[in-house]
């Protein structure tokens, strides 16, 4: 299989100006996506839905939701075919193809979208070291009589 390498313009300490881009694989794209899903709290998701739905609910979910994903990237995968010339993802194709107007609403849409995203992040985060703050204070606590 051919490695394929992806530009992209980023500051190098002590290089000229002809030197100014870095290359990263296709692998090293990859995984950094696949990090960032599983920062995403992917691990969680399972025992909250699981109790709720069973496996099988379960499973059609991930099903749909890894259908959901592979599509979305093939529709990402054609676009980029027909419009090498842009660059600037979800925007430039959006006010290619339907506007100014329209092409900066995906931008605030995408910009929203990460502020909760990140919002989401931090509250999952905090629940998690609440939860083991209080269960290593419940385990240092003495036991306590109970008056009647």
Not at 135 to 141: D, F, L, V
């Amino acid at each position: 299989m051919q490695s394929q390498e992806v530009l992209v313009s980023a500051p190098v300490a002590g290089a000229t100006a002809t030197e100014q881009t870095q290359k990263f694989s296709l692998f090293a794209l990859t995984m950094m996506v696949v990090g960032s899903m599983v920062g995403a709290g992917i691990f969680s998701l399972p025992r909250a839905f699981g109790s709720a739905t069973g496996v099988f609910g379960a499973i059609v979910a991930w099903t749909i939701a890894a259908g959901g994903m592979y599509l979305l990237a093939r529709v990402f995968q054609a676009l980029a075919e027909r419009k090498p010339d842009l660059d600037a993802g979800v925007y430039a194709y959006a006010k290619a193809g339907f506007g100014d107007y329209l092409g900066f609403l995906s931008a605030l849409g995408y910009f929203a979208s990460a502020c909760l995203g990140n919002t989401f992040y931090w509250v999952l985060i905090k629940s998690t070291l609440g939860a083991f703050s209080r269960s290593s204070e419940r385990a240092t606590r003495s036991p306590r009589s109970r008056s009647p």
